[in-house]
T-cell receptor, first 116, second 113 residues
Framework: DAGITQSPRHKVTETGTPVTLRCHQT?????MYWYRQDPGHGLRLIHY???????DKGEVSDGYSVSRSKTEDFLLTLESATSSQTSVYFC???????????????FGSGTRLTVV | GQNIDQPTEMTATEGAIVQINCTYQ??????LFWYQQHAGEAPTFLSY????GLEEKGRFSSFLSRSKGYSYLLLKELQMKDSASYLC??????????????FGRGTQLTVWP
């Protein structure tokens, strides 16, 4: 299995507080992604990274920021948590984005975040 | 954006065959993935198609028609453990979205005894 871990696995936080979720990989993969998954919406991309200090926005980036200071860590921060950010958050890694081969994603186990 | 459609729910009985369809409209298409996701768990890779045709892997097969923007996942000899959500995802290689995957909303399959 690809070495990818997310922490925490579960978190309950109050509206207005900042929250940081961590994704850690031991595969030295260049590409890392943060998704949220909600009923009726499927997986939606929040932010992604193509390398250290190289990040970009996805489809639902408002209210979120990311940082990648090391290859192995990709942090997602909810700057001021709102109830609409209650969701399951998945981190994913990918070996490459080029070539004809199967470069799909490997997902972490997810973080279930509840904002009350 | 990308338009990826798949049925929301399907049911089948143990031992049967089920086909889950996925249609897509996107530019920069460069492959289609199927993932399986059990409740409360992460999605796991099932199959990948980039050329037209059928890819077979044990009880699971996946088909792609690029000209029709259509794929299906075929599950044979269904088992109770196949009850899960099946996610269709297209890979887009276009400008800044190089290599990104866009996911459908998933099809929840329930297998009955």
């Amino acid at each position: 299995d690809a070495g990818i871990t997310q922490s925490p696995r579960h978190k309950v936080t109050e509206t207005g507080t900042p929250v940081t979720l961590r994704c850690h990989q031991t595969e030295n993969h260049r590409y890392m992604y943060w998704y949220r998954q909600d009923p009726g919406h499927g997986l939606r991309l929040i932010h992604y990274s193509y390398g250290v200090k190289d990040t970009d926005k996805g489809e639902v980036s408002d209210g979120y920021s990311v940082s990648r200071s090391k290859t192995e860590d990709f942090l997602l921060t909810l700057e001021s948590a709102t109830s609409s950010q209650t969701s399951v958050y998945f981190c994913a890694i990918s070996e490459s984005n080029r070539g004809p081969l199967n470069y799909g994603y490997t997902f972490g186990s997810g973080t279930r975040l509840t904002v009350v | 954006g990308q338009n990826i459609d798949q049925p929301t729910e399907m049911t089948a009985t143990e031992g049967a065959i089920v086909q889950i369809n996925c249609t897509y409209q996107t530019s920069g298409f460069n492959g289609l993935f199927w993932y399986q996701q059990h409740a409360g768990e992460a999605p796991t890779f099932l199959s990948y198609n980039v050329l037209d045709g059928l890819e077979e892997k044990g009880r699971f097969s996946s088909f792609l028609s690029r000209s029709k923007g259509y794929s299906y996942l075929l599950l044979k000899e269904l088992q109770m453990k196949d009850s899960a959500s099946y996610l269709c995802a297209v890979r887009v290689d276009r400008g800044s979205t190089l290599g990104r995957l866009y996911f459908g909303r998933g099809t929840q399959l329930t297998v009955w005894p």
